[in-house]
């Protein structure tokens, strides 16, 4: 949830931080602080608020050059957002300063300990208690940072990342971590550690990923990394395969924008090299044997959020076209209610950032119980598909705005290429149907630019319902994932009340929602396709202007039948209806941004969110 880098080497520490910061505040913008060594001194400026004010700060009461830093934006769990809350926290002596991220579990017992023994905390985090904790084992660990790390880490409890520097090591940052994400950036002469490659990708592309229940040392010409008991461990490098460029907002006033705009080519990416010659499917990184998927019995998507929502389309897709029978599954749940798996199970877990903590304890739950586990991921070295026993990668590039877009459009493209490569193995499916497919998901980038055209439209859409109390979305099939994603990012993002039902479901009680004036959006099936279904929603777009809904329809080109019936109309392309989703959501991603904007919202950094939830 929180951002943290660490910084040595030969520049000014205190600028590289607070770029990575910047590059990192979309983790949690609660508060803000940094600290430097410098002269065997050790100096903190922490505020609460976004990183702005902590540059503000920095203005008015500037730090000493240095060049070791460290630096935390913060996702509150424990404490409100101020200013004695916000990390770095220090210790008694002043000379340690740590910054976390992630949930010390037993830090109540730890700091009546500490009580205890005298030492008077001045924070209610359970950050602070390791700041005291190091104090005490420095001296025991002949003034050795790293191997105090891994004395007090062997004591706590719960999911961490951790990060500390010490006024008389003006050359070491010690990380630790545990279930949360730590990766290290090498560079010449100078070494970084941070939550995500992005905060030190202008600097170097060359990245270690940091395994669980590592320490690590980090020197300006030196990384050293162990377990957690001081041994020697195995790690992984690997070269960051996008640019500084790919975190900046090029041109766009938002991220979310950007982003936004990104999803043709996301979507693009994502397919390329995934059709051989002779016309079979390619997912290179999926590895799987075929005697493994001819194994699988069921299939269940974990997944949050957006996420989940294209897990629920993974579903339709999944037994559309391999008729393996399929359960979707939220991960927050997926373990409590002792799910039935087997090792015939496979498990498919969604997660544009690889590290939401319900995802991964579903996904441990579930090797577990003997199931095996493949992850669809958008981030390289994530925990997630580092646990899983293979990856498809989305080719998404950063998604830096807390509204998911670019990973969502990519994760459906994803779930759409696995059940399709599924249906090639076990159904020996005639390559000409899958070709098809293929050929169609290689025109959809075309598609998704043609529905970006009416973004001004939208826009304009926005302004009328802005004072909207309320906004309902409908759809069946894969209409009904796309309805609850659009809420989603009205909630998320415009702060509305919004709801999305499946349009069947209306009348089993939603509808008595229903007043004057509400606007209900309508993801209206093809009417070349799905005829019956077609029908089917056209009675529930009637049942709700009967009550005076207002109707914003979004409909596929070509179909006029649905005119009478609509007060607004957006028009998507046509497309098969597994892939609707990839076209009719964006609009509704639309929609939400420009509500948002108009309100005034922090479009990109929503209130009391976090990009990437690290946290159960
Ligand atoms: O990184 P993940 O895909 O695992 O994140 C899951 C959800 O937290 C995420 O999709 C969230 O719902 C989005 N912010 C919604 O826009």
Redesign the pocket.
């Known amino acids: 949830m929180c951002g943290i880098v660490g910084y040595v080497g030969n520049k000014q520490a205190l600028s590289v931080v607070v770029e990575g910061l910047r590059r990192l505040e979309y983790r949690g913008y609660d508060s803000a602080g940094v600290a430097v060594v410098n002269n065997k001194k050790l100096d903190v400026r922490k505020k609460a608020g976004k990183l702005t004010n902590l540059e503000t700060l920095l203005g008015n009461d500037p730090l000493p050059d240095s060049t070791i830093a460290i630096g935390h934006t913060r996702w509150a769990t424990h404490g409100i957002p101020n200013d004695a809350n916000a990390h770095p926290h220090t210790d008694v002596s002043n000379e340690i300063a740590v910054i976390h991220n992630g949930i010390i579990e037993n830090f109540s017992e730890l700091r009546a300990e500490l009580q205890k023994a005298g030492v008077k905390l001045s924070s209610d985090t359970d950050t602070e208690v390791v700041a005291h904790l190091l104090n005490f084992e420095y001296p025991k660990s002949n003034n050795d940072l790293a191997e105090s790390m891994r004395r007090v880490v062997r004591k706590l409890r719960g999911a961490f990342t951790l990060v500390a520097v010490h006024a008389q090591q003006p050359d070491v940052v010690v990380g630790a971590r545990r279930n949360s994400p730590l990766v290290v950036g090498r560079g010449n002469g100078e070494n970084f550690l941070a939550s995500d490659v992005a905060a030190f990708i202008s600097h170097t592309k060359n990245a270690i990923e940091l395994g669980q229940d590592q320490v690590v040392e980090l020197r300006h010409d030196k990384v050293t990394i162990t377990d957690f008991e001081g041994k020697p461990a195995v790690t992984k490098e690997f070269v960051v395969d996008w640019d500084a460029k790919a975190a900046e907002k090029g041109g766009f006033d938002l991220f979310m924008l950007k982003e936004i705009f990104e999803q043709p080519k996301a979507v693009a990416e994502t397919l390329v090299g995934r059709l051989s010659e002779n016309g079979k499917l390619v997912l290179e990184e999926m590895t799987l044997s075929i005697g493994e998927i001819a194994n699988i019995e069921k299939i269940v998507f974990v ?5 989940f929502h294209s897990g629920m389309i993974g579903k339709y897709a999944m037994e559309r076209w391999s008729r393996i029978p399929c359960e979707v599954e939220l991960a927050s749940e997926f373990r409590y209610r002792d799910p039935i798996l087997n090792q015939r199970t496979l498990v498919v877990a969604i ?3 690889g590290e ?1 903590m319900d ?1 991964l304890m579903a996904i441990r739950h579930a090797k577990s119980q003997g199931a095996r586990v493949l992850a669809i991921c958008n981030t390289q070295g994530a925990t997630i598909p580092r646990e899983s026993d293979a990856v498809l990668y989305t080719r998404g590039g950063p998604e830096i705005a ?3 877009t670019k ?1 969502f459009l990519t994760q459906v493209v994803a779930v759409e290429l696995l059940s399709l490569y599924f249906a090639e193995l076990r159904l020996d499916k005639p390559t000409t149907e899958i070709k098809q497919v293929m050929n169609e998901l290689a025109n959809i980038s075309h598609q998704i630019d043609v529905v970006l055209d009416t973004t001004d439209a939208v826009k304009e859409l926005a302004k009328k319902y802005m004072n909207a109390q309320s906004v309902l979305f409908i759809g069946r099939h894969v209409g009904f994932p796309v309805a609850l994603e659009g809420a ?2 009205l909630k ?1 993002l415009a702060y509305m009340h919004a709801e999305g039902f499946a349009a069947g479901e209306l009348k089993h009680g939603p509808i008595a929602l229903i007043e004057d004036g509400i606007p209900v959006v309508v993801i209206v099936p093809s009417v070349r396709l799905e005829k019956e279904l077609h029908e089917k929603v056209v009675s529930n777009i009637q049942e709700v202007r009967a009550r005076g809904a207002r109707t914003i329809l979004i409909v596929e080109e070509g179909d006029d039948s649905i005119i009478e019936f609509a007060d607004h109309i957006i028009r998507i392309p046509q497309t098969s209806s597994l892939l609707q989703p990839l076209v009719a959501t964006v609009p509704l991603q639309v929609f939400s941004c420009a509500l948002a904007t108009l309100k005034g919202h922090d479009v990109d950094q929503p209130r009391n ?1 976090a990009k ?2 690290t946290v159960e």
């Open positions: 997944a949050c959020g957006t996420a997660s544009q950032s939401t995802t807390v509204a998911s990973a989603l990012k998320e969110l990437s939830v």
